[in-house]
């Protein structure tokens, strides 16, 4: 898999690419929405610990599959503040440390989730 980031463009703001290109007998992964929220329906405090749970469960759904963060090519992920940015980008970034070639990415803004202690949702895109 190759990461798309053309010269004609500028870079990308953080550690992700602009596209990514897979084989196309690859097997593609696409994860639910995955929420802040443990298996005993606890859900931690601060938008960092929050999206580590979040990509936690990601990397058990991957498993599942037999996949790793490696594997994902995109994230869609949403936060319910700005502030909120800087910790879900620590938590991607720390998921995605060991993959050489960043996935696509993008980050909303929204007005909340169906429990107001979520202030962080991400799903994922992988391919195999």
């Known amino acids: 898999m190759e990461a798309l980031n053309p010269d004609s463009l500028h870079p990308p703001f953080a550690r992700y690419a602009h596209g990514r290109v897979f084989p196309a007998a690859s097997r593609v992964i696409m994860t639910s929405g995955q929420l802040p929220i443990r298996k005993d329906g606890t859900t931690p405090e601060g938008a960092e610990a929050q999206a580590a749970l979040c990509f936690s469960n ?56 169906t429990r107001p202690e979520f202030l962080v949702e ?3 895109t992988a391919a195999l």
């Open 122 to 124: 991400v799903e994922v």
């Open 58 to 113: 990601i990397a058990e759904i991957l498993a599942e599959a037999g996949a790793a963060p490696e594997h994902v090519i995109r994230v869609n992920a949403f936060v319910t503040d700005r502030a909120h940015m800087a910790g879900y980008m620590a938590a991607r970034d720390a998921f995605f440390a060991q993959s050489a070639v960043p996935p696509a990415s993008t980050l909303v803004i929204v007005s909340g989730f």
